[in-house]
């Protein structure tokens, strides 16, 4: 049930309403619709044709868009950002350089957890440390990841996560040094 009232405050609204033209007014109108011009044989047409460097042009575009987004982007212009990337990107360099370079003089058994319960290290096999820089880069990227995700919502948790991130690395390194110098010495 419309009410006469809400008409009259629409007409308030846009008193300059123009009145819609049907589709039936448009095809019964007395107006000569224009033919298609033809195109005479003395008249150069310029067709749009397709270079051969196309491919290079279409690269270079989607370079062009992702500088943009990694320009224009607020996420990348925090020093705490840049910071935190190029440690953690050296802290999986140099876990992956140290473990695979003093791996044949490793022993063994190696400890890794630290049982209070007992007062003593719990024993494992040295090919496991062979998958912890992959399980390391593996956190790495799911973190930048998600730090990646929240900033666009909340910058203050992204750049605590950042933090974060940048002191994780820093103990990593720290942590596995510390672990294989104990057991070459």
Known sequence: ????FIKQHKRLINPRKERKVTHQE???S???VPEKEEISEAQIQLDIKDSKLEPIYKIKRVVT???KKAEVMPFWRSGITIIALVVS???IVIITFVI???FPRLPISLPLFYNQTTDHWNLYDKSLYLGFPLVYTGLLIMTWRIIYMVFPFDRRLASVSTWTLLIF???GVIGISQLISLLLL
């Not at 049930?1 to 006469?4: I, R």
């Open 26 to 28: 448009i095809t019964t």
């Open 30 to 32: 007395s107006e000569p």
């Open 1 to 4: 049930m419309k009410l006469p």
């Open 89 to 91: 990107t050296f802290s």
């Open 169 to 171: 690395s820093i103990f």
């Open 65 to 67: 868009r992702l500088e």
């Open 100 to 102: 695979y370079y003093f």
